[in-house]
């Protein structure tokens, strides 16, 4: 198997290992941003799929949860916040220690790859989490 | 060094380097309010606009309640500037961004450009810290004031 086909099933372990904590934080956005501001959701996962950096999407939590309300609720923004820069970045760690990975920009992009498959289960709780608020 | 291989080096450094050190820039230092973060943020475009702007800032002369800007631009654009230590000065030394090499008018061109970047990736990463810094900050006295008052009875 090469590199990259290791690192991508590396990756989809991990996601399977972090979906609870996805359902758990996904469940509560959805109580918070209520489907009034689906667009926050939306947004996260746009600058998630369009930016390499890791900063830029801590960057984007940070500004929303400065600027909604909603984001402030429950502590939503700061947990999402931490789960990304503590509990992400330590799987991203034990992949690179698994694959024996140095390289600092392929650690970056299977950090940005992790972060994009949580993201993922997030929105898709929330979704569902909003159907079944109504009853769905 | 290819172009690639530089916009590669920017958002590693962004990523390793330039968040962290924004997040303690703004726990260190007393900040401005949201519209001036702006307004940086705005500024930073471009290195020269922006050096321009910070010692503009830095020279103005603030009123009693907003006497610590001064302070705050000034840290800035050490942070920014300073010799050695300061982000242009990392840019060519330490992560090397340009090619010592080249003329001096080049370099300078080639160091404007990289170190602008990078001041960019630092300026959004400040304001971003900044508001959550002061959105944390009054959300905690809120909770403090609600606690008094129940604590009152009120």
Redesign the interface.
Known sequence: MNEDLRIMRQVALQADAFYEDAKRLGTLAAKCLTGQKRSQITGLESICNST????DV???I??R???QKEW?QDNLG?KVLEYIEKNIAQRRGLICAVLKIED??KQ?DIYMMLIREFVWQLAAQYEFALIKSQGG | MTEQHLLEQLRLRSDAELYAEAISFAAENELPDTKQMVGLLEFSRSWKMLMQYVKHQRQRDWEQKRAHYGDFYKKLAEYLDAKNTGLRDRARTKWVFVDASLPKKQLEEHLDRWAGLLAREFIQHLCAAAEYKSKLERAGKAQEANSDNEYHGN
């Open positions: 390499l950096k890791v900063s801590c960057d984007y940070k500004m949860t400065a600027r402030q700061p600092k920009l970056q």
